[in-house]
């Protein structure tokens, strides 16, 4: 059995991938399907319904999701699932199951886990940001680089965590613009395309980005590759033009989680932009 973690689909409950009618499938779950392997997928909380808000890029909550995904699916299906499973996921789905693999009940040997892919994994939004601040946002085409365009997406999710913070890192346009993209309920796409005409400053204020308590805070208790443990082995696959999720940031979350004595298996592939992976990777 594998529990699959999807990518960004959007941040307001109407974004569910449940509700699509490929089921948010890009090549991603039906590799694993035509393998043979049963698939359990979860909307995470937030999408689809309108219980709680969904705390995007929230790796520690995402991990909760994708654990119970499984419980739920073993009481309805206990009987033809096998105990044993692991964990895929991709994009904003690969962050979560890298988090899942340091999560408590899955280091229990009775609790049937055995590993985890990691694909195209964000790990820590806040050194990506200070990356992309250094390499990406003063250069002519930064427009061109899909992380650009995630800044509202980001700001929404820090904004859900912290409702007391005013997201003053955010240049006055692009937050005037994050407050229509709740009234509307946009989803990724639409989300992205409200970037595109934004000079730097309408996007970002540097001053309230460096030394953010609020965005270091969020890193501190929702990455990966923060110190944890996890006792199951994973694979780390990466596309090294990947313009969503900065590959230097995810082999220096590499380096910490083997660091820290965890078995990590790095793959990474040269040409390959964020999307491509999953099927790249699939042999493996």
């Known amino acids: 059995m594998v529990a699959f973690a999807h990518g960004t689909i959007g941040v307001y409950r109407g974004c569910a991938p449940s509700t699509s009618p490929s089921l948010f499938d890009y090549d991603t779950w039906t590799t694993l399907i035509e393998r043979g ?31 119970y995904s499984v419980v739920a699916a073993r009481k309805a299906f206990g009987h033809i699932l096998t ?128 030394e953010n308590e609020y965005l270091k805070h969020d890193q501190d208790i929702n990455a990966p590759a923060n110190g944890a443990s996890a006792s199951k082995p994973m694979m780390l696959v990466h596309g090294l033009s990947d313009t969503s999720v900065i590959p230097q940031v995810t082999v220096k979350s590499f380096e910490d989680t083997c660091r820290y004595g965890n078995e990590v298996h790095l793959r990474l592939y040269p040409g390959l932009d964020h999307s491509a992976t999953p099927v790249a990777s699939a042999p493996e």
């Not at 049963?38 to 909550?61: C, E, M, Q």
């Open 83 to 210: 105990h044993e499973w692991v964990s895929v996921g991709h994009s904003q789905g690969g962050g979560a199951v890298w988090k899942l693999s340091e999560y408590s009940e899955v280091q229990d040997p009775l609790s049937g886990y055995l590993g985890t892919v990691a694909i195209s994994a964000p790990s820590k939004i806040y050194d990506m940001s200070l990356w992309a601040w250094d390499n990406i946002l003063h250069n002519a085409d930064f427009h061109e680089w899909v992380f650009t365009a995630e800044i509202p997406s980001f700001a929404a999710a820090i904004k859900t965590l912290f409702p007391q913070y005013d997201l003053s890192f955010l240049g006055g346009a692009i937050k005037s613009r994050l407050a229509l993209t709740e009234i509307a309920q946009s989803c990724t796409n639409a989300m992205m395309g409200m970037t595109l005409d934004l000079t730097l400053d309408q996007l970002i204020n540097s001053s309230a980005l460096f």
């Open 37 to 67: 392997y049963a698939i359990v997928a979860t909307d995470y909380a937030g999408l689809g319904n309108n219980y709680t808000k969904h705390r995007y890029v929230n790796f520690s909550a995402h991990a909760n999701d994708i654990y």
